[in-house]
T-cell receptor, first 115, second 112 residues
Framework: GAGVSQSPSNKVTEKGKDVELRCDPI?????LYWYRQSLGQGLEFLIY????????KSGLPSDRFSAERTGGSVSTLTIQRTQQEDSAVYLC?????????????FGQGTRLTVV | KQEVTQIPAALSVPEGENLVLNCSFT??????LQWFRQDPGKGLTSLLL?????REQTSGRLNASLDKSSGRSTLYIAASQPGDSATYLC???????????FGTGTRLTIIP
């Protein structure tokens, strides 16, 4: 595809339910990032995948959050037992990877609302 | 821990003026710095990437400079247009840690 694709674009869920957010990176990009942007706040790093290396999970806010990347391409961010404070826009980005090629390209985001 | 600051938080200028947005970072051990714009309700659009060995990058009416030793970058926008209204974010990628650390952004409004 031409760019990073995220789905769904909007998700409303009830408190306590699990949600899955999907990210399709640019073809050939080995690095993939998830960020969270709460209303009026900056971008908060969540997790980073690079090739076959172990992911950097240092930004995940709690054990209710997890992410996987299958086949080095598509990634899924899962939030279990959602809480109202999880409401935010979840942004995914990809890059060619490697220190000299980290121009990151972002998707349009998934707006998650927990009611 | 890397910290990235953008001042001012908001800026309004009349159409046609040239303007400068500022970004500062606390740890100069970076691979590169990237400028993005974000329109309301949208994702981020990459504008310019400056490698740590470079001093500046240009794209159309945009020029970004980098002074790694002082921990500063500027984004210069020439002949501003109403379509330039957006939030502008800078982000740095540090050594040994390829995640991007973002500033909180400058919300730019160009007044027609």
């Amino acid at each position: 595809g031409a760019g990073v694709s995220q789905s769904p674009s909007n998700k409303v869920t009830e408190k306590g339910k699990d949600v899955e957010l999907r990210c399709d990176p640019i073809s050939g990009h080995t690095a993939l990032y998830w960020y969270r942007q709460s209303l009026g706040q900056g971008l908060e790093f969540l997790i980073y995948f690079q090739g076959n290396s172990a992911p950097d999970k240092s930004g995940l806010p709690s054990d209710r959050f997890s992410a996987e990347r299958t086949g080095g391409s598509v990634s899924t961010l899962t939030i279990q037992r959602t809480q109202q404070e999880d409401s935010a826009v979840y942004l995914c980005a990809s890059s060619l990877g490697g220190a000299q090629n980290t121009e990151a390209f972002f998707g349009q985001g998934t707006r998650l609302t927990v009611v | 821990k890397q910290e990235v600051t953008q001042i001012p938080a908001a800026l309004s200028v009349p159409e046609g003026e040239n303007l400068v947005l500022n970004c500062s970072f606390t740890d100069s051990a970076i691979y590169n710095l990237q400028w993005f714009r974000q329109d309301p309700g949208k994702g981020l659009t990459s504008l310019l990437l400056i490698q740590s060995s470079q001093r500046e990058q240009t794209s159309g009416r945009l020029n970004a400079s980098l002074d790694k030793s002082s921990g500063r970058s500027t984004l210069y926008i020439a002949a501003s247009q109403p379509g330039d209204s957006a939030t502008y974010l800078c982000a740095v990628t540090g050594f040994g840690n390829e995640k991007l650390t973002f500033g909180t952004g400058t919300r730019l409004t160009i007044i027609p």
